[in-house]
């Protein structure tokens, strides 16, 4: 998930797709600001990647976020 998205930020829609869909799903947020690293997080988001990133570091957290 994008933190800036046309239809609001990435924290709006991780509290749209609730808890009963994010136990589903992997979300990790990709953000520019640290300060929303904690509410993503509480709000169901496996985990976080701030900006600018590499790839390889997203890859990483999606293999810990899968248990791998």
Not at 13 to 34: D, F, H, M, P, V
Not at 38 to 46: C, D, F, L, N, T
């Amino acid at each position: 998930l994008a933190e800036q998205r046309e239809d609001g930020d990435c924290v709006d829609l991780l509290k749209r797709l609730g808890a009963k869909l994010l136990k589903q799903t992997l979300a990790i947020a990709l953000l520019n600001r640290s300060d929303l690293a904690e509410s993503v997080k509480s709000i169901g988001a496996a985990d976080y990647v701030l900006t600018p990133f590499r790839p390889s570091v997203v890859m990483q957290r999606i293999r810990q976020a899968l248990g791998g």
